[in-house]
T-cell receptor
Framework: NAGVTQTPKFQVLKTGQSMTLQCAQD?????MSWYRQDPGMGLRLIHY???????DQGEVPNGYNVSRSTTEDFPLRLLSAAPSQTSVYFC????????????FGEGSWLTVV | KNQVEQSPQSLIILEGKNCTLQ??????????LRWYKQDTGRGPVSLTI?????NTKSNGRYTATLDADTKQSSLHITASQLSDSASYIC????????????FGAGTRLAVHP
């Protein structure tokens, strides 16, 4: 049981490049979400999904796209990277929204130069 | 605006000592309050979750309290160990919709030998 798996762990991008952060969970959770963590701030919600085929925007969605074609996978796409997107990204999953236990991935450190 | 404020921002204690971390929130309507531990370079891991009717919950050497009337919570760590060095994050869930999570910025705890 791997829990929530994120890849890559580290990535450096040039401004304007695109990339996809991968997130997979093996717990058959319906609810998945992406957060970013910046110094001195709490985690902020980027996008979330309540099930396959259903996604919605969170607090800071600009510059990011998501899709949910399967229950297991929830990739986050950066369309045209900007230095302001330099951050640590966490994927999370739970059985229900705000479910008792929310599992986080190990994080993806992204630097945009 | 719904907010979660944590204090202190950082704390240094000696191994074996106790400490208490504080969390004040203005989130309404309230669903639940969670404490997470985040080791450096890792994702957050759940310590406790409390609903409106619960005023204390323990997880080993960690004891969380909740005063829903004053909208305050604390996390007490007993007999600290070097492995307790981490950031501790208070998270409040807003009732309704997708039970939005509002994260505090965390308290960074360093336990020294």
């Amino acid at each position: 049981n791997a829990g929530v798996t994120q890849t890559p762990k580290f990535q450096v991008l040039k401004t304007g490049q695109s990339m996809t952060l991968q997130c997979a969970q093996d717990m058959n959770h319906e609810y998945m979400s992406w957060y970013r963590q910046d110094p001195g701030m709490g985690l902020r919600l980027i996008h979330y999904s309540v099930g396959a085929g259903i996604t919605d925007q969170g607090e800071v969605p600009n510059g990011y796209n998501v899709s949910r074609s399967t229950t297991e996978d929830f990739p986050l796409r950066l369309l045209s990277a900007a230095p302001s997107q330099t951050s640590v990204y966490f994927c999370a999953s739970s059985r229900t929204p705000g479910g008792n236990t929310i599992y986080f991935g190990e994080g993806s450190w992204l630097t945009v130069v | 605006k719904n907010q979660v404020e944590q204090s202190p921002q950082s704390l240094i204690i000696l191994e074996g000592k106790n400490c208490t971390l504080q969390c004040n929130y203005t989130v309404s309507p309230f669903s639940n309050l969670r404490w997470y531990k985040q080791d450096t370079g890792r994702g957050p891991v759940s310590l406790t979750i409390m609903t409106f009717s619960e005023n204390t919950k323990s997880n080993g050497r960690y004891t969380a309290t909740l005063d829903a009337d004053t909208k305050q919570s604390s996390l007490h760590i007993t007999a600290s160990q070097l492995s307790d060095s981490a950031s501790y994050i208070c998270v409040v869930s807003e009732l309704g919709g997708y039970n939005k999570l509002i994260f505090g910025a965390g308290t960074r705890l360093a336990v020294h030998p």
